[in-house]
Each structure stands twice: as C-alpha cells, then as structure tokens.
Nanobody, 123 residues
C-alpha cells in the first residue's frame, strides 16, 4: 500500500525553525516529484515547495523563498522541508504529496497524499 507519512510539526515561536519529514512506504520516492502544501481552515490548499524526481530542481512559493529549503534523501525514501524564520502566518497543516509528473503546482493533480502535520507559529 502506497503511503506518505509527515512528521516534525509542532509549536514554535516566531523566528524559530522546524524540519518536516515526509517518509514513503510501499513505493520508491526516486521516481516521484514531491510537493509540500499547506492549508488553513477556510482557505484552499496551496503549494509551498516542490522538488523534482530526477535532477533536484526545486520550486518555492514567493512567501517562503529564502526561508524554507526542500531536500530529498532517496536512500531513506524521505523528503524534508527545513523551515527557518517562521512567521505566525506560516501556521497551517502541512501536507506532502507525490506524483510521477514533474512541475505540477496544482495540488488537485497530485496522486498520493499524507495525513498532514500541524505547524503552529505563536509566541
């Protein structure tokens, strides 16, 4: 069974850091582009960052550029999202998703999803 499991969320003060992990089971992430998305109640899910399956090309939403870094460790079948300089507006449920197509930003087009991990940025 194909499964993605996020971890690493939690409560952090503004300016702090968290590292989210997205671990895959039942399939190999090597052949999938992986996206991190986030959602707050009442708003649509939005793309945060995406990493390609082949050449490591990355995409960052403007609101996280320079603060977040996406990376993948294919040996561990895991993708990470390092989040620095966190702001209260980064508070959301963060999801990872996988798709064999590259360059997809629209979350509705991703095939596989994790259950999400809550990130709360508050003093």
């Amino acid at each position: 069974q194909l499964q993605l499991v996020e971890s690493g969320g939690g409560l952090v003060q503004p300016g702090g850091s968290l590292r989210l992990s997205c671990a895959a089971s039942g399939f190999t992430l090597d052949y999938y582009a992986i996206g991190w998305f986030r959602q707050v109640p009442g708003k649509e899910r939005e793309a945060v960052s995406i990493i390609s399956s082949t050449d490591g090309v990355t995409y960052y939403a403007a609101f996280v550029k320079g603060r977040f870094t996406i990376s993948r460790d294919n040996a561990k079948n895991t993708v990470y999202l390092q989040m620095n300089s966190l702001k209260p507006e980064d508070t959301a449920i963060y999801y990872c998703a996988a798709d064999q197509r590259e360059g997809i930003i629209d979350p509705d087009l991703y095939d596989y999803w994790g259950q999400g991990t809550q990130v709360t940025v508050s003093s």
